[in-house]
């Protein structure tokens, strides 16, 4: 199981706190954060990738795009996105990257957590039975 979390601006309080509830969420050695675009891209680009989730906080609009960018590959990964406002603009835009959950910076960022937790426990369950199956 390996989940990636990209929030640029690390040291921001939201990212901050992002990052310390998902860190108690799942084992270290499954945690990869990327604290620039740069870095998260260069992951995102090599082969295999192998990530099951991306957590992925666009505290602005230019983050966001670049995250866009990068939509064809994360094609194959399940998707937390985490908006930088309620616009409707912003809402179709975040769209695009296919998220199964969408928050926004001024939600409650348990609800990420939780999502996070269903998605590790149903993404364990996949993977068990395919390699019971073996």
């Given at each position: 199981?390996?989940?990636?979390?990209?929030?640029?601006?690390?040291?921001?309080?939201?990212?901050?706190?992002?990052?310390?509830?998902?860190?108690?969420?799942?084992?270290?050695?499954?945690?990869?954060?990327?604290?620039?675009?740069?870095?998260?891209?260069?992951?995102?680009?090599?082969?295999?990738?192998?990530?099951?989730v991306?957590?992925?906080?666009?505290?602005?609009?230019?983050?966001?795009?670049?995250?866009?960018?990068?939509?064809?590959?994360?094609?194959?990964?399940?998707?937390?996105?985490?908006?930088?406002?309620?616009?409707?603009?912003?809402?179709?835009?975040?769209?695009?990257?296919?998220?199964?959950?969408?928050?926004?910076?001024d939600?409650?960022?348990?609800?990420v957590?939780?999502?996070?937790?269903?998605?590790?426990?149903?993404?364990?369950?996949?993977?068990?039975?395919?390699?019971?199956?073996?």
């Amino acid at each position: 199981m390996k989940v990636v979390l990209y929030a640029n601006e690390r040291s921001e309080p939201a990212s901050k706190n992002l990052q310390r509830v998902i860190e108690a969420c799942i084992p270290s050695n499954c945690l990869e954060v990327f604290g620039n675009s740069h870095d998260f891209s260069q992951r995102i680009y090599q082969i295999p990738r192998k990530i099951d989730v991306a957590v992925l906080f666009a505290q602005n609009h230019n983050q966001l795009s670049k995250l866009i960018s990068l939509k064809d590959f994360l094609m194959d990964v399940r998707i937390i996105l985490i908006l930088p406002d309620r616009e409707h603009l912003t809402v179709i835009k975040g769209h695009t990257l296919s998220p199964s959950y969408t928050s926004y910076v001024d939600s409650n960022i348990t609800d990420v957590a939780t999502v996070l937790m269903k998605m590790i426990s149903r993404l364990s369950v996949i993977s068990g039975a395919s390699t019971s199956k073996a």
